[in-house]
């Protein structure tokens, strides 16, 4: 059983605006957040949010336009992505555990990822 499912990806314009959505399953998680991997590349660190939100953490890339947040009443997770460029596209991963992360190996539970593709 996957504990963690993805939704909201899809094909957009530069410029546009997408909403990623994560829900949790089985479990709850002290630490949620998302990763992304453009064909060819290394999976990438995205943003990570603490149970409470007052903790959240960016890649500089996506620093100022794209904000995570969740609902712990719903066990999700949310990726706002805002002025999407085309360097964007990706498959973005959900990713989860009970401690900070920021790398591949610090988070032990993952989505199947969800295709965002950003046209120019």
């Known amino acids: 059983q996957v504990p963690l499912v993805e939704s909201g990806g899809g094909l957009v314009q530069a410029g546009d605006s997408l909403r990623l959505s994560c829900a949790a399953s089985?479990?709850?998680?002290?630490?949620m957040g998302w990763f992304r991997q453009a064909a060819g590349k290394e999976r990438e660190f995205v943003a990570v949010?603490?149970?409470?939100?007052?903790?959240?953490n960016y890649a500089d890339f996506v620093k100022g336009r794209f904000i995570i947040s969740r609902d712990n009443a719903k066990n999700m997770v949310y990726l706002q992505m805002n002025s999407l460029k085309p360097e964007d596209t990706a498959v973005y991963y959900c990713?989860?555990?009970?401690?900070?992360?920021?790398?591949?190996?610090?988070?032990?539970?993952w989505g199947q990822g969800t295709q965002v593709t950003v046209s120019s």
């Open positions: 990713a989860a555990d009970g401690h900070r992360f920021n790398t591949l190996a610090g988070a032990n539970y």
């Open positions: 949010i603490s149970w409470s939100g007052g903790t959240t």
């Open positions: 089985g479990r709850t998680f002290s630490w």
